[in-house]
């Protein structure tokens, strides 16, 4: 479980974008 977590922040980390899109995603559930 925390190194999903800790790989998601690196992801974010070097593409906010995608994070941006993903809480997107999570807002409006789409």
């Not at 790989?7 to 409006?28: G, M, T, W, Y």
């Amino acid at each position: 479980m925390f190194l999903q977590i800790a790989k998601e922040e690196k992801q974010i980390r070097e593409n906010p974008e995608a994070r941006v899109s993903d809480l997107l995603h999570r807002v409006f559930g789409s």
